[in-house]
């Protein structure tokens, strides 16, 4: 079976400063790792993934995120936030070596960026 | 301007009534999900169709059921089976199953309240 944890409910920062949301994730085989971000009362935004390649991955919003395969990690971070990064955060996870192919989420982690 | 469409975006249901919710694609996408999103709970996963005229169960399909007649629509419907309805509601869709390693996109929500 496969599952995420997302250890945080809340992460706090100021503005300017770094910002890292935590993902641990378990899965039988090789992972697909996805992080999403999710505005109040709407759907989720498709922020990067992980396929295979650089542990370093690049996406929208000057997001970013490293793939930990030893600690099954995929931290997302951001050098400086903003205020509007202020969201909720979800990591999910699919199992190549499965049949499943409907993606597995975390609980989400709250970002609250402060002025 | 392609996308996922839910509707309706609020919806009220009586106790011991069955409601339908809307999920239509225009992306051409093969793969629909339906997931239901409590607070602190994350994303789960209810139906998921792969494939036009096929469907699987979620984690928690009990008191749910789905049809796939066409590739771009994908309805849910909430029975009166299901104890604890009230919930946000969230559509997703993903191209073929094969490519696991592509994103889905989601829907804006419905979010259903039982009265």
């Known amino acids: 079976a496969q599952s995420v944890a997302q250890p945080e409910d809340q992460v706090n920062v100021a503005e300017g400063n770094p910002l890292t949301v935590k993902c641990t994730y378990s899965?039988?085989?090789?992972?697909?790792l996805f992080w999403y971000v999710q505005y109040p009362n709407r759907g989720l935004q498709f922020l990067l993934k992980?396929?295979?390649?650089?542990?370093l991955v690049k996406g929208s919003y000057g997001f970013e995120a490293e793939f930990n395969k030893s600690q099954t990690s995929f931290h997302l971070k951001k050098p400086s936030a903003l205020v509007s990064d202020s969201a909720l955060y979800f990591c999910?996870?699919?199992?190549?070596?499965?049949?499943?192919?409907?993606?597995?989420f975390g609980s989400g982690t709250r970002l609250q960026v402060q002025p | 301007d392609g996308g996922i469409t839910q509707s309706p975006k609020y919806l009220f249901r009586k106790e011991g009534q069955n409601v339908t919710l809307s999920c239509e694609q225009n992306l051409n996408h093969d793969a629909m999900y339906w997931y239901r999103q409590d607070p602190g709970q994350g994303l789960r996963l209810i139906y998921y169709?792969?494939?036009?005229?096929?469907?699987q169960k979620g984690d928690i399909a009990e008191g749910y059921s789905v049809s796939r007649e066409k590739k771009e629509s994908f309805p849910l419907t909430v029975t009166s089976a299901q104890k604890n309805p009230t919930a946000f509601y969230l559509c997703?869709?993903?191209?073929?199953?094969?490519?696991?390693?592509?994103?889905?996109?989601f829907g804006q929500g419905t979010r259903l309240t039982v009265v």
């Open positions: 999910a996870v699919r199992d190549m070596d499965t049949g499943r192919r409907a993606l597995t």
């Open positions: 169709s792969q494939i036009v005229n096929d469907f």
């Open positions: 997703a869709s993903s191209m073929a199953p094969n490519r696991a390693n592509t994103e889905a996109f």
């Open positions: 899965v039988s085989g090789n992972p697909y």
């Open positions: 992980y396929i295979t390649g650089d542990n």
